[in-house]
């Protein structure tokens, strides 16, 4: 099921939760995008990424944002997630218990701020749709 061995990606890997965790369970979510990890901290019901890159979600739960420890080697500690619904690349699950390190925590949105970015996802949507 997994990827064959593609090596290990530069760069740190991220894992967000609205979890106080230490030890990443397998077959969790992680990314090299610390921006993404922010996100899925929250828990969004929505989560979009713009064509300019900008993130945009509607998760109002108090986040953490963790660094996994050690070495990660795509086909190995990682793979794709098979059911991504972003572009590839971006989203990877675990396949094995992996340290990690706390480097931030953060609030969600308020419920009327999670209304304005659904809002804005929204009339995002219909401009892109009209061209």
Same mark, same amino acid.
């Given at each position: 099921m997994t990827e064959k061995h593609t090596g290990d990606p530069p760069g740190p890997w991220y894992h967000g939760s609205n979890l106080v965790l230490d030890t990443l369970r397998p077959g969790s979510t992680v990314t090299q995008w610390r921006e993404l990890a922010e996100?899925? #901290?929250?828990?969004?019901? $929505? !989560?979009?990424?713009a064509d300019n890159g900008r993130i945009l979600h509607t998760g109002q739960e108090y986040g953490y944002l963790y660094e996994v420890e050690g070495p990660i080697g795509v086909g190995r500690e990682v793979y794709q997630h098979p059911r991504t619904?972003? %572009?590839? =690349?971006?989203?990877?699950?675990?396949?094995l218990p992996l =340290? !990690? *390190?706390?480097? =931030?925590? &953060?609030? =969600?949105? &308020?419920? #009327? %701020? &999670?209304? %304005? $970015?659904? /809002? *804005?996802? *929204?009339? /995002?949507?219909?401009?892109?749709?009209? %061209?």
């Open positions: 996100a899925f #901290s929250h828990k969004p019901p $929505v !989560l979009c990424i619904t972003m %572009e590839q =690349g971006l989203e990877y699950l675990t396949t =340290g !990690l *390190r706390r480097i =931030g925590e &953060s609030p =969600g949105w &308020s419920a #009327s %701020e &999670s209304q %304005e $970015v659904m /809002d *804005r996802i *929204r009339a /995002d949507a219909a401009a892109h749709n009209r %061209e």
